[in-house]
């Protein structure tokens, strides 16, 4: 989205809004322009209104984590790579650096993850994720950070 302003002055708001204020700005261009890229712009009445939003339902959004592998054992990783390859590819994707799991096309992923024989330590992340943090979609990354207060293993 390309649009020329004469001037622009912007300052900092609480909650991470900012206030812009922009001459020689055709109103009805830039609210076209915004529109067509996916979100809806609107003039705010007031100070602190809302005004950018998406037309997409809450429930279309994902949460997901990206964390390293060091925080399941040796035999969970070989587990998930059999897993990947097997029926239950579906919701536990192998990325050539980890994995992916879809923890939320599964009722109960920790005890699905207990049936295919993983660790305490990596069921107990699991749940951890999905009950505390609501976490949808977990990324197990060879590169990825490090969690606080989580166990790691070295393998």
Request: hydrophobic share 40%; glycine share 10%.
């Amino acid at each position: 989205m390309n649009i020329e302003a004469g001037s622009l002055a912007a300052m900092p708001l609480n909650g991470g809004r900012i206030a812009v204020d922009m001459d020689g700005i055709e109103l009805a261009a830039l609210v076209d322009a915004v529109n067509t890229h996916g979100t809806l712009l609107r003039i705010a009445d007031r100070p602190g209104q809302i005004i950018v939003e998406t037309p997409l339902p809450s429930s279309a959004g994902l949460s997901g984590l990206c964390c390293s592998t060091a925080h399941i054992t040796g035999e969970d990783n070989a587990r998930l790579e059999q897993v990947s390859k097997s029926g239950d590819g579906q919701w536990v994707l192998d990325t050539g650096y980890g994995y992916l799991l879809r923890l939320n096309a599964r009722r109960h992923p920790a005890l699905r993850l207990k049936r295919l024989g993983l660790s305490k330590a990596c069921r107990r992340l699991v749940v951890t994720l999905t009950r505390y943090h609501h976490v949808d979609i977990l990324h197990l990354d060879a590169d990825g950070d490090f969690l606080p207060s989580v166990e790691t293993f070295d393998w």
